[in-house]
């Protein structure tokens, strides 16, 4: 390897977890699949996060931390079979699925030192202004990088992450999806949109400069929540997706997954998942490993 240079195949992204922030079983939900993950535990699923792995020097880097983050930064270790550092995180947004797991890095659990997170100005702004989060600013347990959005940055020799806004509601801040990119390939992850009209130009000019794309796949139908109010809680139903990414294809390059699924979501069900393959879309599953 040339000095400061990247030997292929060293830096990849490793599905943490794929479903909506209440995860599945959801707390006081009743629904076939939240029983059926009470049943077996291999069902049970934690909010959609990433973690981008770095073999060489046995270190990752996070984007989303969950409130499973215990669990899924032990799931991940065993699986890679020794430990790693966690060397940084990027936050998408301040909906508690995306960041309640950075309070395990704070003095009453992991202690950390300086971790950077990689974060939208009004996103630090929001850690900055509130415990406890705030304490983690003030102890030095993390450290805040504000990332101006539509620009690479650099966060480690050969891997660049590029923030882009999303409309969503921000009752925080704001949310912004991440393009990934390593020495060989580009991802793109945008768990949460509220509607994909604002974004459709967006939307068509990254899918197809990315190789590997995880977008959201909240709810499949209009009809999966009786009793909420969708107004509150938009997110374009997965079958409206495929919708636009056939106005989009041929996308050569890209592998569309989706992700962040509600515990309601058919799509948990084998059948309905394999049912996207001809719509050239799957569902994400944990373990799932993308070379950058
Ligand atoms: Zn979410
Ligand atoms: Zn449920
Ligand atoms: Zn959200």
Do not use: K
């Not at 993950?37 to 020097?57: F, K, Q, T, Y």
């Not at 890095?105 to 100005?121: I, N």
């Amino acid at each position: 390897m040339a000095p400061g240079g990247r030997e292929p195949g060293r830096l990849s992204v490793v599905v943490l977890g794929t479903a909506q922030d209440g995860g599945r079983p959801q707390v006081g939900c009743h629904c076939t699949h939240c029983q059926a993950a009470r049943r077996d535990p291999a069902l049970v699923e934690g909010p959609s996060a990433l973690a981008v792995i770095d073999d060489v020097h046995r270190q990752m880097w996070l984007v989303d931390v969950t409130p499973a983050f215990p669990q899924q930064f032990d799931g991940l270790e065993t699986r890679l079979g020794a430990p790693y550092a966690l060397a940084g995180a990027i936050i998408t947004h301040a909906h508690i699925g995306h960041y309640l797991g950075l309070a395990h890095l704070g003095r009453e659990v992991m202690g950390a030192h300086g971790v950077p997170v990689w974060v939208s100005p009004a996103m630090a702004r929001f850690l900055t202004a509130h415990a406890p989060w705030s304490q983690l600013v003030q102890l030095g347990n993390i450290r805040l990088e504000r990332l101006e959005p539509d620009a690479p940055h650099v966060l480690a020799p050969g891997l660049s992450a590029t923030l882009i806004p999303v409309p969503h509601r921000n009752e925080h801040a704001d949310t912004m999806a991440v393009v990934l990119e390593g020495p060989t390939r580009r991802l793109l992850y945008l768990p949460d949109i509220d509607r994909w009209e604002p974004w459709a130009d967006t939307l068509a000019q990254v899918l197809p400069s990315v190789d590997v794309a995880l977008l959201d796949g909240t709810f499949y139908d209009a009809d999966e929540l009786p009793g909420r109010n969708r107004q509150e809680i938009p997110h374009p139903p997965v079958v409206d997706t495929l919708a636009r990414l056939a106005l989009l294809r041929p996308l050569p390059r890209t592998e569309i997954y989706v992700t962040h699924l509600n515990h309601s979501n058919r799509l948990w069900d084998p059948v309905h998942a394999e049912a996207l393959a001809p719509h050239g879309v799957r569902v994400a599953r944990r373990g799932d490993q993308h070379e950058l």
